[in-house]
Structures are given as C-alpha cells and as structure tokens.
C-alpha cells in the first residue's frame, strides 16, 4: 500500500509542477505585443458550455440507439480522417509550421462518455470523432490561419474556439490553453487543434493524458499537494518519508540533472512530506542544496517556476523552525518577482499614491475606469498595426487575403479601438 501512496503522490507533485509550467508558458504568450489583439477577439460560436455546433442530423437516427449513431458517426470519421490531414499539411505548410499530428478516431465508449458528461447524452455534440492538429511558433501564426483558413475554406468553418487563451477566462484541466477550430469536411464536422509549440513541448502527446489526470484525480480541489495526503496517517506518512529516502539515496542533489524530471519529482515528493511531517530542517538542507543546483544548471532556462516553487517551500521550511529573519528574506524574494509582473499593470493603489491622482477620484469616481479602457484600446490598436506589419512582411500566403476578413476578428477595427 505504502509503494502505491508513494506513486500516487508523486503523480500529484508532476501534475502541479505540469500546471506551473503551463500558467509560465501562458505568461509568456501574453508578453508578445500581439496579445492584446488576441484577447478581444471573440471566436465563433464560442459561448463557453454550449454545444450549438454539432454532427449533421439523419432521418434514420430516430430508429437507433445512441450506440448505433456514434458508431455511424465513427465510420464517418474515418472516411473523413485523409482529407483533414491533407487540409493541415497544406496550412502547415503555407504558414511554415513544422508539425502536424492526427488523434486516433474516437472509440465507441469514449464517444459515449463524452456526451453523457458534457451533452445530457447526445452524441451529435460530439464534434471531436475526427481530429488533428498543428504546432504553431507564435501569436502571429495563429493569427494567420484564422485569416487563412477563412478565405480559403470559410463556409466550411463551424466553430472557432479561442476562449481559453483569454486572461479573463479559466484554462482548461491542468493549466493548458489552446485554439480548436471545428470544419464541416465532406459532411462530418471534425475538430483541429492550435497547439502553440512552448505548450506543446511541455508534455508533446503526453498533455491529454496530464489533462484526464488532472481531472479525474479532482485536482483543482487542492491548494498544494499535502492537500492530497490529508487524510493519510502519521504512521503512513512516516512509511512515506522512509520510502522516499530511500528513492533518493543513490542520487544526491549534488549529481541531480535538472532535466531528469523523475529524480527531480522524487525530490520534490520527499521535501513536501519532510514539511508535512514537521522535519523542517531536513527540508531546509535539501531546498538549499536544489536551490544552488538551479541557479547553476537551468539559470538561461525557462523555468523559473520550479525556482519559485522551492523558495515557497523554503520560506514554510525555514518559519517551521523558527527562523523568521531568513524566512522573511525569501518572501522578499519572491514579492520581487512579484513586483516585476505587475509593473505592466500598475494597480489603483499606485495611482492614489499621488494626492492628485486621490482628489481626482473622489471627484469624478469613473475618470480610472476610463482612462484605463483608454489604455487598453490604445494597446490593442497598437497590437493590430504590429499585426499588419507583420502579415505583409512574414506571411507572403496572406497577399490575397483581405485582413480581419475572418469573423473572429470583425469586431476588432479601427473604429471600435
């Protein structure tokens, strides 16, 4: 039982250092100047939880079973499944992307169970039977196949999704963010998926089953993966700490890589359940050696957050013994870090800093609201022009292609913003 506790727990602790690296990569995404012309853009029948978008329908599905039509719609899939890959090879291709890939056809059972979960039962909301996808580098090729793929195969398009890649907005399972854009091919609405590559690369193919995983383990439930051994025993949790030493006995942090992510995993595993079982100090000399390690192996890297996660777990090692100036030291630290992601947006408090600024709020409440939707349209202007320029310059495909001609991107024009 302890072995299987042990497995599971390091499931967790990959599943949160997974979450981390996608909200960092998503951050990243939203410092390129084409992110604020991202982020106003609607889709297309891209109403969150709805499910307008479905398979055609056929007379002869009043006399079958939910089985039957899903078996129907496979077979479908299947015959569908060549055009849409030749459909991504070619904007793949036109827009200088490097990979493509095909998901399986959807399985009997798999289809079911979708829309049991999502659609009271019916199978015809499942618009994912057949599927692709594709790598894009950037902001800028996604905005080119949206502008691609309506000139060139507009009235097949049924559905774009860009939620997610909005602030506003909440990820899906696990911290990932992606475009889907759902064609009508040869009658079957089949569902192709914009992966942007420093996404992609975190798990590749993997990042559907981190998805399930973080779902079907209820994930968001938890703050931090003591959560997930809350109910665990001291003497399990005793049997834990021993079997994680004993993980780690025959690679010390001295010879760690921080690209062997199981070791690293098992690390982390073992300082969280020192921490929960009050072995501060155990926990403390670890974090310092992994600290150092960090700094000296995956500096130029981007992976910052493991860096911030182990100054957390420094800060709560150091307060467990006391240690409150060293502690308060790396809340120093961190709020740095802090610091330098709001400076971007500064917050009201700033404003009112200025006595100025303070009269001119109690005078006219709204002059903040306004200048700040002022600043954002200003910033989303600014977004397209870099857009265009780009387009002319990058994308010679687009030559022929009117700009915002895609529905997506009607309603950000000059006279909106």
Request: some cysteine; proline content about 3%; overall charge negative.
């Amino acid at each position: 039982r302890t072995q299987s506790s042990w497995d599971s727990y390091c499931k967790v602790i990959k599943l949160f250092q997974n979450k981390r690296r996608y909200d960092h990569a998503y951050n990243t995404l939203k410092t390129s100047p084409l992110y604020p012309y991202l982020s106003v853009m609607e889709g297309m029948d891209d109403t969150k939880g709805a499910n307008s978008t479905t398979q055609n329908y056929k007379v002869q599905y009043d006399t079958m079973s939910s089985k039957e039509i899903a078996e129907d719609q496979i077979k479908l899939a299947t015959d569908t499944l060549p055009k849409l890959v030749d459909i991504c090879k070619e904007l793949a291709g036109c827009l200088g992307a490097k990979k493509i890939g095909v998901g399986p056809v959807k399985s009997v059972s798999a289809s079911l169970d979708k829309a049991g979960r999502k659609y009271g039962g019916d199978v015809l909301c499942v618009t994912d039977y057949c599927r692709a996808f594709i790598i894009l580098e950037d902001i800028a090729a996604l905005l080119a196949l949206f502008e691609l793929l309506w000139y060139s195969l507009g009235p097949l398009i049924r559905r774009i999704k860009v939620a997610t890649l909005k602030d506003s907005n909440s990820s899906l399972f696990g911290g990932y963010r992606d475009c889907k854009i759902n064609l009508e091919v040869e009658g079957h609405v089949c569902e192709i998926q914009l992966h942007f590559s420093n996404m992609w690369n975190i798990c590749s193919v993997d990042g559907f089953q981190h998805y399930q995983n973080w779902q079907k383990c209820d994930m968001d439930s938890y703050d931090g993966p003591n959560d997930a051994i809350s109910d665990i025993g001291k003497d399990e949790i005793g049997e834990l700490v021993n079997l994680a030493e004993h993980e780690v006995s025959n690679s010390p942090p001295s010879s760690l890589n921080w690209n062997e992510e199981e070791r690293v995993v098992h690390y982390f595993a073992l300082i969280c359940l020192y921490i929960k079982s009050d072995l501060f100090h155990k926990a403390e000399s670890i974090l310092k050696q992994l600290i150092q390690l960090h700094l000296d192996t995956a500096a130029d890297q981007p992976l910052h957050h493991d860096n911030l996660f182990l100054h957390i777990l420094l800060e709560k090692a150091l307060r467990g013994q006391g240690k409150v100036t060293e502690a308060d030291k790396v809340v120093k630290y961190l709020q740095q870090f802090r610091e330098k992601e709001e400076e971007s947006a500064p917050s009201l408090w700033n404003s009112l800093t200025s006595p100025s600024s303070a009269l001119d709020m109690i005078i006219d409440p709204n002059k903040r609201r306004r200048e700040e939707e002022e600043k954002f349209n200003y910033e989303v202007r600014k977004s397209k022009d870099y857009w265009l320029q780009i387009r002319n310059t990058r994308f010679v495909c687009l030559k022929a292609v009117e700009p915002s001609s895609c529905p997506a991107m009607y309603h950000v024009s000059d006279s909106s913003y």
